[in-house]
Structure formats: structure tokens, C-alpha cells
């Protein structure tokens, strides 16, 4: 019984451990192939770019750009805007919604554009700083002048 598990843990020893540790060649030396494991500059490279959307057929372009992650969209509204402020309303859901899927972010930046980031990066939003109204004791006039 010793021998017979002695023989199964040899033969999965040997299947295990040549593909784990590269193809035998004939004289018994192993053969390894060598990864080229420095980052491709092509591949860490993020895109800003710029859409304009005339109309909600436009958004289709954006959404796959999105999608491949690398890309963060400027989308300049106005046309649509001025078009069809409920086909504006669709398209903006759409890209919110896609957003939300990726992990990203979306926010307008003016009247005019929206911006969209995939889930690595985020839109900066200034805290709302509440303004006290002056009092007339703090404004000071000059009487000289």
C-alpha cells in the first residue's frame, strides 16, 4: 500500500511540477520563458478628450470610450441643450448611470460641459463656503477722500 501512494504522489509531483517550472528539453535541462515585466508607457497613459453632443446617438461613442477605462471625457451639451433639453436629460441618466457602473465620477463644469472619469480617478468639488453678509461696522469709509 506504501509503494502504490508513493507512486501517485510521484506522478503528481512530476505533472505539477513541469508546468509549474517550464518545458523539459531532451538532456534533461528545463527550458523558461523570460516576461518582459516593465510597464508599457502606452498602456498607463490616461486621455482627456474632448466630445461634443448634438445628439443622444452621440452618447454611444462616449460610453464606449468610458468603458475601456483609460479615458476621461469632456462633453461639451450645448447643442443638445439648445435641441432637446429632454433628450439632454436621457443622455446625462445614461452617462450617470454608466459612471455609477464603472466606479467613476461625473460632474458639470459650467453650463456647458459635463466631465466623466472612469473609477480611477474622481472630480475635485470645493466645499460650499457659506458668506456672512458685511455688517456697517466692518466697512470702513474713508473721510478724507
Known amino acids: 500500500m506504501a509503494g502504490f501512494l508513493r507512486n501517485i504522489k510521484s506522478k503528481f509531483s512530476e505533472m505539477f511540477s513541469d508546468s509549474d517550472d517550464g518545458e523539459v528539453l ?21 486621455t482627456v ?3 461634443t453632443m448634438e ?3 452621440d452618447i454611444k461613442m462616449i460610453l464606449d470610450v468610458l468603458r475601456e477605462g483609460s479615458t476621461i471625457a469632456l462633453v461639451n451639451i450645448k447643442p443638445l ?26 460632474a458639470g463644469f459650467g453650463d456647458d460641459f459635463v466631465v466623466v472619469t472612469p473609477g480611477f480617478a474622481k472630480v475635485y468639488r470645493a466645499a460650499k463656503q457659506v458668506q456672512q453678509p458685511l455688517q456697517a461696522a466692518e466697512i470702513k469709509v474713508d473721510d478724507e477722500a
Not at 531532451?26 to 490616461?46: C, F, I, M, N, Q
Not at 439648445?82 to 446625462?92: F, G, M, Q, S, T
Not at 448611470?97 to 464603472?102: L, N
Open 26 to 46: 531532451s538532456d534533461g535541462e528545463k527550458e523558461y520563458l523570460e516576461l518582459d515585466t516593465t510597464a508599457s508607457g502606452e498602456k498607463s497613459k490616461v
Open 49 to 51: 478628450r474632448p466630445f
Open 55 to 57: 445628439d443622444f446617438s
Open 81 to 106: 441643450k439648445d435641441k432637446d433639453v429632454i433628450e439632454l436629460k436621457r443622455a446625462i441618466n445614461k452617462l450617470k448611470k454608466t459612471s455609477d457602473a464603472i466606479g467613476g465620477d461625473i
